[in-house]
């Protein structure tokens, strides 16, 4: 069973930066695309930047400028650097991986959630 574990969610001030990871456990023989998602209390969950595994990116107009994401194939890692930070960036962030191929066959994952809050 394949889980992603996420890492890096906080408390920051406006204005400030934080960086989130995303890895996969068990072992994995390919993954398509991975991205991350956001939830903020009484929203529907929105896309925030996914990446394939070109690196072929693409960004929710909100984050452009502010966020990257990046990957590490080797490591099926996910990363999302978040500079710029906004209040309105508080939610909770899920991390995403599409058509993840193990053994066992080939399905679609999300994390736990990791809190971001942007607060002065």
């Known amino acids: 069973q394949v889980q992603l574990v996420e890492s890096g969610g906080g408390l920051v001030q406006p204005g400030g930066s934080l960086r989130l990871s995303c890895a996969p456990s068990?072992?994995?023989?390919?993954?398509?695309?991975m991205g991350w998602y956001r939830q903020a209390p009484g929203k529907q969950r929105e896309l925030v930047a996914t990446?394939?595994?070109?690196?072929?990116?693409n960004y929710a107009d909100s984050v452009k400028g502010r966020f990257t994401i990046s990957r590490d194939n080797a490591k099926n890692t996910v990363y999302l650097q978040m500079n710029s930070l906004k209040p309105e960036d508080t939610a909770v962030y899920y991390c995403?991986?599409?058509?993840?191929?193990?053994?066992?066959?080939?399905?679609?994952?999300w994390g736990q959630g990791t809190q971001v809050t942007v607060s002065s």
């Open positions: 995403n991986a599409q058509n993840v191929q193990t053994w066992d066959g080939r399905n679609d994952y």
């Open positions: 068990g072992i994995i023989l390919r993954i398509n695309t």
């Open positions: 990446i394939t595994s070109g690196s072929v990116t």
